[in-house]
Structures are given as C-alpha cells and as structure tokens.
C-alpha cells in the first residue's frame, strides 16, 4: 500500500503568516486558508510552489461546528504528493467563498456541483448555476439537514428492518409528497418550468457580434440530448450554430443524478463498495478499487500481498476491456455502425466472463474488500486470463489496428481535428488518457503510485500532437502497456491468502480524513472520506474522471464543426453513470 | 490504397471464418450450436466466426460464482420436514445496502424469548442489487445468491418466506463446490463442539 501522501512537504505557514494555518485537528492534513486570501494563496500555489493540477475540490457541511469548507487538492503534473488547502467559512447564508476559476480553469464544475449539492456561493464565478439538479431546484441536497424523499433514517441498517421486519412499501409509509420541500408559495400545479434564459445567456459571450463584413446570419440553438445517439447516455449539450459551425457550446448534466455522495453517507462503509459498481459500469473494478485504497488508507492497514495481484489484475483487465469500448464506440460514432464496436465487443465479452467467474457477476462485480478480495482467483480463471493475455489479445489489438488505424476515413475525421494543447489541458484538471496524448506524461501508476505499481516495469503511454488522432492512437498504447503489467503480474502472482481481515461486515474506521485516487481507464478517480468513527461516512465525496474531464470541451468546440464534436464527446470516453452520478 | 485492402482484409478474413469454422464443426461430426461443447468453445480463446449465443434456445454457462437474487436454504428433514437454517440473527438485513431484506424474529410467547427461527422473510426483489453481501456474511450458510436470473413479472416482487425457501439440494446443484467446502467447514465445527461437550463431564 503507497504510504499516506505527506502533504507537509512546503511550508505556506511560513509564507503566508497571516493568512494560513496548518490544519491542527487529528486526521486532517493540509493547511486552513483565510477567505479573504484566497484566490492570492492559491495563486502562489500554483505559480510558485508548481501545483499547477487542481484535481479535486469539494465542500464539506460541518453542521455541528457550523462552519462550511472547501477542500481543495493540488498536485503537480510532475509527479509526487499533493498539496491540501482548506477554506471554512460561517455556515450562514448566503454561504460565501471566492472562485477559483481564475487560478485554475478546472475548478469551475466542481464548484458548480459544491454550490448546486451545499449552497456554497463561488464569487466572481463566471457562470455560476447549479449544475447535477435543475433549475428552480429548492434545496442543497448534501447539507446535513436535508432529507430526501421517502427518508427513513440518518444512516443504514434501518431499525425497522429486523427483528421486527414487516414488509411495507416506502411510499405507503411516507407519501411522497409530505417530505418535499417547495420554496414559499410555491404552487406545483400552476408550475411552468422556466424557459433557460440563464443557459442560453450563458452561451451568448461567445456569440459574434457580426462586426467582420461577411453576411449577417442568425445563430440557432441546437439542443443535442438528452437523447442522442452520441451522448453516451443522457448528456444534453446546448449549442449555438452559425452555419455548422459552434459559436457556443455548455454541456447540461443532471439526468442520471441519483446523489451517490448523498446514499454514500446514509451506507455503512461496506455497503458502499456495491454502489461504486454503478459510477462508471464498465469498470466497477477500477471503481472498487479506488474506493477500498481509499478506506484502506484511513485504517491504515496492509492489504494481503496475493490479494493486491488480483487487484491489479482486475483492474488492468478493465482498462483493456474499457479501451476496447472506446475504440468501438468512438467508430459508431464516426458512422463505422457495428462492425468495429462488435468485433470489440467479442474481446469484452471474453474479459467479462472471467469477471463473472471469479466475482459472480459481469459488470456489477463487488469484488474488492478492504483488505483484499472477495475469494480467491481459482485456478480455472487464472489460466483463462494467461490465454488471453498472452495469446488472443495481443493479437487481436494487432489486429484492431491493421483494420482502422490506416483507414481513410478515420484518418480524415481525427487527424488534426480538437487540438488539446499541454497547457490547456493542465488548466482544466483534464487526465487520463486525454492529458497524455496531450503530451504530458502524467500516469497515476507512475506518479504516484498507488497498490503494487512501483513494482512492474512499464512505459506511460504518451503522444504528442493532442489531436483526436493521438488521442485514439494512445488507447493502443496503453493497452499494450497494460497487457505488459498484466504479464508481470501474472508472472510474479504468489500464493496465500486473498484477505488480510477477517471477514467483518462492519469495518471500524479511524476518525480523519483521507483523499484517495487511482488512475481508472477514463482519468483519476478520487475518493475524497471523511470519517467520524461511527460506521458509516461523514462525508464521502468522488471526484469523476469524466465530469471533470467535460470541461475542457467547451473552450475547443469553438469555431469547429458540429460533426466534429460528436467524435469530440466520443474521444473523451465518459460515462454518464460516473459524470451525473 | 494498398492499405484500405489491408483493413479489408480484416473484415474478409472474419466473414471467411464464420464459414470455415461451422464447416470444420460439421465435418468433425460436433455440433457447434445447441450444445454444451458448442458454446463453451464460443466464450473460449480460441473463438472465431460466429460469436453470438442463440438465447433463450442457447444459454451462457453459468460459472459457479454467477449470482443473482438470494434465496434460503433448508435442509430436508425426517418425513419432508424442512429444516430452516435461517435463525434470525439480522446480519443480512444490517449488511443489505438497499435494506431490502425484512426479517421477523420469533419469540416465544411463554417466555418471550427469541426462538432462532424466523416467522417471516422478506426479500423486496425489485430493490434486490444482487451484491451478494447477505450471503457472504451469513453464518449459518442459510441464505444464497441463486443461479436463476428469469424472474421477470408483472407484479412487484416481494417474495415471502415460502417462496424464498429452496431445498439444500438445489443449493448443492449449482454451486456444488461452495457446498462442499462450507459442509466440510460445518461438520469440523460440530466435531469440535462435541469434542469439547466430551471434554467438559471428563474434566468434572
């Protein structure tokens, strides 16, 4: 296990004596920096200690101290530990923090989501609306004192559940309408939902004033979505034409919002594995796995040595399969219907069939435990996955390339098309693949190293041009790396138990906080706990690859042509489990 | 151009072997659809040609493991009694991350006791995620994730204890190697208990 991220490693008290203190409570780390310094600490953070990545940044409802914070993760694209600095404020409304936008771009949807889900008010945000409920929504669903319809009670197991269970439906026991809250006088059969002025305004800055001597044409607004083809789901995207060409583009989210973070904190620690099964469903194994080395972290304990091979496996296997996907689907979405996405579909299905071998189920597997695995890797299983890795999957990779990769077609449609520069990508927080073929070498298994990774010798995928090309070229990459750590771990696999606990179905978590994050096939995928001591989360916070990675699409869409984004929204390989979870 | 050929040729060689390979089957004298032997050659390595699994006339293997909505166990007993392994303990219903297992314990009406048997079992199916935490934490082996996954219905399904009960027969029929192990694990247990029952009178 990769030891905690130290974050003392510079010194902002001894910069900033007035403004910063160290965060002095027991399982916290990182410093505490005054409101009104802000946005000049963070610039210096950024500009003169290199944290130049702001991945995460989430809000915390600390009722009982009533005060509100935002916690804010820095790391450095160069690798290494990562820098935490915090902001409390009166927990009074209005509830206000200045923005960070202008430091780092890619804080803008997640302070989206802290304002939408905590009510905390972002000044000189630029485009501040909620963002994962609609408009008109009452309410900020994780502040500590809001309840959801059919609540039952604080936190899992429910006391009406045993001993004496008798079976009632939740809506007999509470009507749905008796727990909503509708702002004051507000009557819900006379509602008319607002036209979304503040959408389309938001698009109007990018408008052109028509102040070049070409024809005055008017500009259409196209909603693509919730139901379109090439939105992987029900993302809507809101754009303004001239012509074919995007003038203004905001991406809408929300359709597939359930509140993960919000189930999360009524679930004990254990019941929340399942549920991270269902943020990006096509890797509940990366999933799993962010979530245990995140809870492992703050128990401080050592996973079985057998256990973290499995993992690895696991989780590598889920890249391919993943990567796979996207070469498939980003073809359906170039119009190559079927052919490319079945025959890699046929590779998936093989993958899959271990998962349901060892784990008991294809896509919802729930394998991983603190402290290991569910069971063990039978023997069966693990000579099926050496067939494939060292037999059918090399070659059929090889294969998948001879058959698109000098396609004409394909060639046409991505070369060259939605350049991502290095620096812009850094400035929106994008990672993952995208970041990479961007040209930064920025792999959470090499930067900083999470499980067993350290120990097997591979190469961080990266290309250079950050145009689609690049981006579709590197998932070949990274599956031949990720076939080459499968190898390894294959190799070196020892016996011994698969557990390092005893099977407990309440897991006791130290109080504290911790911040893990692995890098899953779509970007980094952080989990962001804090622990009270009671069995089930205070606070219990993911940090999506995918929504994070959306914001960088808006500033390239400009001024390309709309055929083009579809291959866009494709190329960024999200998922809309994990982007509205 | 050469090179488009060499993308077509891909498809060429898939669509050649979709025939080849039935053909080779037929020859050998094996059936390559509906048969065991047929499908599991189609989910294996070395798999070409035609891929798909003819449902419902054809159905995947199901590994062991396979797991979908739980169900209990009881063992048969004397003159077809069935002997409920549940005892009402409630780990399943505090482990269920929807809480969608209700139990109602018994209590003896004499002495107001619980008796470790349940008087009613129920399982809400709909909300059912199928995570396999209740029979992973069970520990008298009463409850189990079952094999069959075509319970689609009109209703809403909440199953009762009767309809969750299912003999350990059936139990033993799809995951023959679980029982075996966790049967073996049972009678160690009981040996001991004896074992120490004998030690104790010995000791007096």
Known sequence: MAAPASTQTVDLVAKFPDSVTADARPGYTGFIVKKENLVEVATAIRDEFGYDLLTAATGVDYIAENKMEMVYHAYKTTGGAGLIFRVQVDRVDPVEIPSLVSVWAGVDFQEREAYDLLGIRFTNHPDLRRILMWEGYEGHPLRKDWKEPFFEEEAKPFKSRWPDGQHTFAENKNPFRDNLNFPEGFDPEAYKPENEDDLYASLERFRSKGDDDRLKTDHIVVNMGPHHPSTHGVLRVAVTLDGETITGLKPVMGYLHRNHDKIGERNTYLQIIPYTDRLDYFNSMSNNFGYVTTIEKLMNIKVAERAEYIRVIMAELSRVQNHLIFIGMLMNDLGTMYTPSLYAFEERELILDIFEAVSGARMMCNYFRFGGVVRDLPDFALQKIKDLVLERLPAKTDEMERFLNENEVLVARLKGIHVLNAEDAIKYSVTGPVLRAAGVPYDLRRADPYSIYDRFDFDVAVRHNGDMMDNYLIRFDEIRQSLRILEQALKQIPEGPFNSQKPAYQVRVPAGEAYGRIESPKGELGFYVISNGKPNPYRYHVRPASFVNLQAVESMCIGTKIADFVALLAMFDIVMGELDR | ?204
């Open chain 2, 1 to 204: 151009m050469v090179k488009a050929f060499l993308g077509l040729s891909v498809t060429w060689k898939r669509f050649w072997e979709t025939y080849t390979d039935d053909i080779s089957w037929m020859v050998r004298g094996k059936k390559r659809y509906n048969s065991p032997e047929g499908i599991a050659h189609r989910s294996s390595k070395d798999t070409k040609g035609i891929f798909t699994i003819q449902y419902p006339e054809e159905q995947l293997l199901q590994p062991e493991e396979f797991r979908y909505v739980p169900f209990l166990v009881y063992d048969e007993g004397e003159e077809g009694k069935k002997e409920v392994r549940c005892t009402s303990c409630g780990i399943c219903a505090k482990v269920c991350p929807p809480q969608c297992i209700w139990i109602v314990r018994t209590n003896d009406p004499s002495t107001g006791r619980p008796v470790p048997v349940p008087t009613d079992f129920y399982i809400d199916m709909d909300i059912c995620m199928n995570c396999g935490f209740c029979a992973e934490y069970c520990p008298f082996d009463a409850i189990k994730m079952d094999h069959d996954f075509d319970i689609a219905s009109y209703e809403r399904n909440v199953y009762n204890l009767n309809k969750l009960l299912k003999p350990a027969s059936y139990y033993n029929s799809i995951r023959p190697e679980n029982a075996a192990r966790e049967d073996e694990a049972r009678r160690a247990k009981e040996a001991l208990k004896a074992a120490k029952a004998e030690a104790k009178p010995a000791a007096a």
